[in-house]
């Protein structure tokens, strides 16, 4: 089941407002209708704290998809932050689940929807594919 929340400026890096169960469609609408613009100018104002975001989250799949729009129009760029848990080796070799967060930056609407949606068809495979190409990119600039 995906759910959307929102992140507001002022708010603790893991405070979010729970909007309620969501789709692709309703959670696009969520990033179109959030008021970028004037949270943005708050948190310029603030300097402090996490910047506003839009986030999807599949919790049985203990998945998640943090997206902020950097510019106030809907061509601009955003911020993305894909999240989930990787089973790592600890000591003694014995594996344990850790929460996973790669940022990355994305230049069109049209990646951030393609993001979106292999997210809500769960195709996570493709859609940490799709994430590392972004981070291999941030890292060749």
Same mark, same amino acid.
């Given at each position: 089941?995906?759910?959307? $929340?929102? @992140?507001?400026?002022?708010? /603790?890096? =893991? #405070?979010?407002? *729970?909007?309620?169960?969501?789709? %692709?469609?309703?959670?696009?609408?969520?990033?179109?209708?959030?008021?970028? $613009?004037? @949270?943005?100018?708050?948190? /310029?104002? =603030? #300097?402090?704290? *996490?910047?506003?975001?839009?986030? %999807?989250?599949?919790?049985?799949?203990?998945?998640?998809?943090?997206?902020? $729009?950097?510019?106030?129009?809907?061509?601009?760029?955003? #911020?993305?932050?894909?999240?989930?848990?990787?089973?790592?080796?600890?000591?003694?070799?014995?594996?344990?689940?850790?929460?996973? $967060?790669?940022?990355?930056?994305?230049?069109?609407?049209?990646?951030?929807?393609?993001?979106?949606?292999?997210?809500?068809?769960?195709?996570?495979?493709?859609?940490?594919?799709?994430?590392?190409?972004?981070?291999?990119?941030?890292?060749?600039?």
């Amino acid at each position: 089941m995906l759910t959307c $929340a929102i @992140q507001k400026t002022g708010y /603790d890096y =893991q #405070q979010t407002d *729970p909007q309620g169960v969501t789709d %692709l469609v309703a959670f696009m609408a969520a990033i179109d209708a959030f008021p970028w $613009a004037e @949270q943005h100018r708050e948190w /310029d104002e =603030q #300097q402090d704290g *996490p910047l506003p975001a839009v986030v %999807l989250r599949n919790e049985p799949d203990q998945r998640e998809l943090w997206v902020t $729009a950097l510019g106030s129009d809907r061509a601009g760029s955003y #911020q993305l932050q894909a999240v989930s848990m990787q089973m790592r080796k600890g000591f003694f070799g014995k594996a344990k689940p850790e929460q996973d $967060a790669t940022v990355v930056d994305a230049r069109s609407r049209a990646e951030v929807d393609r993001l979106c949606e292999l997210f809500c068809d769960g195709q996570y495979e493709a859609f940490d594919r799709g994430v590392a190409r972004l981070a291999t990119r941030d890292s060749d600039d």
